[in-house]
């Protein structure tokens, strides 16, 4: 691959291959020192790593709606292998830090009118995002304090554990069939985990965005707060998760999802190769130019 991204972030990070990361010494419980804390930031997500309590929260900051960009990517997987490598942090929350919006999905201006290697380095990065976050050694709860269409509702279907502001304007599902646009088979494989082949089917094919109560029933989500307690649950969840030895809690984590993990780590070339036909089709390109439009004309 050309400079991919990844390359770059494996350079800067020194990240390990995924396979390996699998079979790292299990966690350390952090050591009985007065209370720590750690934050590091960069253009798109901020970090703050609670040491006494082995938890770091990461914001997403990228206004105004979270799309997962390029960039984006990047620095979400960048500061994911930090935390990953950290003996004193055990479980993330991953929550937004932009009003009303976990996240939108992933960045369609990448998807539109770009070159074919941009959309494999694109598409490698969405894949690592995903790889690395469903196979973390560390507790991952999303505390979903916005809406979260498509790529956001990924990464929040991602975690081992998912609790939604209780608002119902704020929705979550995987709308790419209102794009005219496919869910991949790990998009599908990570939704049929956490709901159901039943209530998968039906959502992918209409392309259902979920407001947070109806989310909530389906199981898309494992609980519903009111906003202002969703940091205070999302803490007491980890606290709840961490009480359990690590080892016994990662091997199974890894036997539960192995499978779909596999899956794509077999195909990922082919996988790269199908996004790119895809996205390159006229017929694509011009619902995606549409829906952006549509988005804009809301606006005015
Ligand atoms: C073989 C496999 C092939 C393909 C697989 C591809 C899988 C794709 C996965 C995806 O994630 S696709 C993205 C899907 N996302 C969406 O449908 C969300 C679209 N956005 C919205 O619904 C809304 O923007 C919102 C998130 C609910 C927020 O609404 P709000 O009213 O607060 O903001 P507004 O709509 O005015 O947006 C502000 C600004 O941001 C631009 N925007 C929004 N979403 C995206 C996005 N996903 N990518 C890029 N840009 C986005 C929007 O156009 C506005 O821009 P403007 O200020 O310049 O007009």
């Given at each position: 691959m050309a400079a991919p991204a990844l390359a770059r972030c494996m350079a800067r990070t020194g990240v390990l291959p995924l396979g390996q990361a699998w079979g790292r010494a299990p966690r350390l419980p952090p050591s009985p020192l007065p209370a720590q804390r750690r934050a590091f930031s960069n253009n798109k997500v901020l970090v703050e790593l609670d040491e006494s309590a082995g938890v770091a929260t990461m914001k997403f900051k990228s206004p105004p709606v979270n799309s997962l960009s390029l960039d984006f990517l990047t620095e979400f997987c960048i500061s994911l292998e930090k935390l990953e490598n950290?003996?004193?942090?055990?479980g993330v929350i991953l929550t937004s830090a932009v009003p009303k919006i976990f996240s939108s999905g992933l960045d369609i201006t990448e998807m539109c009118g770009k070159s074919t290697e941009h959309y494999a380095e694109f598409w490698r990065a969405v894949q690592e995002m995903w790889l690395r976050l469903y196979s973390s050694n560390m507790v991952t709860v999303a505390a979903v304090n916005g809406s979260s269409p498509a790529g956001g509702c990924l990464i929040a279907l991602t975690c081992d554990y998912r609790i939604m502001a209780e608002n119902p304007k704020f929705s979550i599902g995987l709308n790419e069939a209102q794009l005219g646009i496919v869910a991949p088979f790990w998009f599908k494989d990570t939704f049929v985990n956490v709901v159901g082949h039943r209530v998968a089917e039906s959502s992918l094919q209409l392309g259902s965005l979920h407001s947070a109560p109806e989310a909530h029933r389906i199981g898309l989500v494992d609980e519903l707060v009111p906003e202002e307690k969703l940091k205070d649950r999302a803490t007491a969840v980890m606290q709840q998760w961490l009480a359990l030895p690590d080892h016994a809690r990662q091997l199974t984590k890894t036997m539960m999802r192995k499978a779909v993990l596999d899956r794509l780590v077999a195909h990922r070339e082919e996988d790269v190769q199908n996004f790119i036909s895809f996205i390159s089709k006229e017929s694509i390109q011009k619902s995606l130019r549409m829906y952006m439009e549509m988005l804009k004309k809301k606006k005015s």
């Open positions: 950290d003996r004193a942090c055990r």
